[in-house]
């Protein structure tokens, strides 16, 4: 499989080296469910102002970038190679706040919806040489969307990014996806 090498600074996000094939799903996902989302959903947030608008995509693009990029062997091995980092990457992904701030609403269900996606993923990382691990990853973020949809009084626009806010952390990132497997990136 064809790879390109990542620059420095995109490492956090694609690894050192990713498949030009997981780039390109990525790249596909992330700018096509951001439009999607951004599209259908305008009439919850056209009255922003501009610099929220821009907080608001970003924090789209990051979200659903990483709900594909955290999948890649690259990104995975990335991670697995410094257990602080992964860590430190849970750690600040703090989304769902920033967006009840740009809305200056929801607190209440971010707080509920950051909290749990925290302390899930935190367990599934804890269970890194488990078997299990994946079984429970999947248990837990199906869980989280699942109570998340019965809250029907917050905008669609949230009610999917924190759907895949809580898919993101707990199971594409948390989650050794590729257990002990090997493969060349070079």
């Known amino acids: ?76 091995l990335y991670y697995k190679t410094n257990a602080k980092r992964r860590l430190v990457f849970i750690a600040i992904h703090v989304q769902p706040i920033i967006f009840a701030w740009l809305f200056d609403d929801y607190y209440g269900i971010s707080l509920i919806v950051w909290g749990y996606t925290i302390v899930s993923a935190l367990i599934v990382n804890a269970l890194i040489q488990y078997p299990g691990q994946r079984m429970i990853g999947v248990f837990l973020a199906v869980s ?28 594409s990132f948390a989650v050794d996806h590729d257990g002990e497997e090997k493969r060349d990136l070079s």
Request: proline content about 2%.
């Open 1 to 76: 499989m064809k790879t390109v090498k990542v620059p420095a600074y995109f490492h956090e996000l694609f690894g050192k080296r990713i498949a030009l094939l997981d780039l390109w799903f990525t790249l596909l996902f992330c700018i096509g469910m951001t439009a999607l989302l951004l599209t259908l959903t305008y009439f919850e947030w056209q009255q922003l102002a501009v610099w929220q608008m821009v907080i608001l995509i970003v924090l789209i693009v990051d979200i659903t970038g990483g709900v594909i990029a955290n999948f890649s062997f690259s990104t995975n």
């Open 144 to 171: 989280g969307v699942s109570l998340l949809l019965l809250f029907t009084d917050i905008p669609q626009i949230l009610l999917a990014i924190f759907s895949f806010y809580i898919f993101k952390v707990i199971f």
